[in-house]
Every structure is written in C-alpha cells, then in structure tokens.
Nanobody
C-alpha cells in the first residue's frame, strides 16, 4: 500500500520559513518523481516543485524560485520542501504526490501523479 504523509505546515509570519516533509512508503517503481503542490481556496491545485528519485533532477515554479528548495533523504524515504522568505500568497494546503518517471520532465500537472498525501496547511500571515 502506497502512503505519502505530509507534515511541517503551520502559521508563519511573512518573511519566515517552514520545512515540509513528505514520508513515502510502499512505492515499487524503479524511477519516480515526487512533487509538491499547493491549493488555496477557490483556486486550482498548482505544481510548486518536483524531484526525481534517481538523478536529483529538480524543478520549481517561477514564483518560488530562489526561495524554496526541494531535497530528498533516501535513508528516511522522505522528501523535503524548505520554504524561505514566505509570502502571504504562499498560503494554501500543500500536498505531496508520486508519479512514475519515464523521462518526461518536469512533471507539473496533477493528472500526471498517481498517489497523493492528505495535505498540510501553510498559512503566511502577520
């Protein structure tokens, strides 16, 4: 059974930082990608960042480049999203998801991902 469990969300002031974690278990693909998505009320789910399981390819949406960093710890089967210089527009429910990686990159769209976590709320407000 595949499970993705997010943690690390919370309330933070503008300019602050948070580190989200995505604990992954049960995946049997040889190569895959883990993506972070976010969704604010009344908006569509958008891709934020993604990373491959093998060659450390990463990608970021333009609005978070230079502020967010995605990484993985294979020993812990965990993918992280370090978020710095947070802005109110970063507020949303953050999900991690897993997709089979067959060479097409980056994987930005929600339909490309098969397994999803339940999400963790990030609120940036003073």
């Amino acid at each position: 059974q595949v499970q993705l469990v997010e943690s690390g969300g919370g309330l933070v002031q503008p300019g602050g930082s948070l580190r989200l974690s995505c604990a992954v278990s049960g995946l049997t693909w040889d190569t895959y990608a883990i993506g972070w998505f976010r969704q604010a009320p009344g908006t569509e789910r958008e891709g934020v960042s993604c990373i491959t399981s093998t060659d450390d390819r990463t990608a970021y949406t333009d609005s978070v480049k230079g502020r967010f960093t995605i990484s993985r710890d294979d020993a812990k089967n965990t993918v992280y999203l370090q978020m710095n210089s947070l802005k109110p527009e970063d507020t949303g429910l953050y999900y991690c998801a897993a997709a089979f990686f067959g060479g097409s990159w980056p994987l930005w769209w929600a339909y490309e991902y098969t397994y999803w976590g339940q999400g963790t709320q990030v609120t940036v407000s003073s």
